[in-house]
């Protein structure tokens, strides 16, 4: 299993941005997609963004597409999301994993999560 690392996060205004970054430790991502997933108190994990491998494709849920934006840079095994119009609605703690993206979304064993980097919005 490769280590993730997310950081990125912190505190922010509705209608600002933040820019998150999921990092592999000592492995390599290979040719996994990779994605980002959230989950706020109370409620399940959400599955929010996905890109594939070597990058092109990608996937949002609905309540992101036109303000996030997902990308990689496969020679620093980091992946990024772009935040922008952030609404309190997407206040949660931020997760990537390893997968694959199947019917929009990222699917996967996903048996190791990180800590997460928590992404608060308000005013």
């Known amino acids: 299993q490769v280590q993730l690392v997310e950081s990125g996060g912190g505190l922010v205004q509705p209608g600002g941005s933040l820019n998150l970054s999921c990092t592999a430790s000592g492995r390599t991502f290979s040719t996994y997609a990779i994605g980002w997933f959230r989950q706020a108190p109370g409620k399940e994990r959400e599955f929010v963004a996905a890109?594939?491998?070597?990058?092109?494709?990608?996937a949002y849920v609905d309540s992101v597409k036109g303000r996030f934006t997902i990308s990689r840079d496969n020679a620093k095994d980091t992946v990024y999301l772009q935040m922008n119009e952030l609404k309190p609605e997407d206040t949660a703690a931020y997760y990537c994993n390893r997968g694959q993206i199947r019917a929009g979304k990222l699917v996967g064993d996903f048996d190791s999560w990180g800590q997460g980097t928590q992404v608060t919005v308000s005013s």
């Open positions: 890109i594939n491998w070597p990058g092109g494709k990608t």
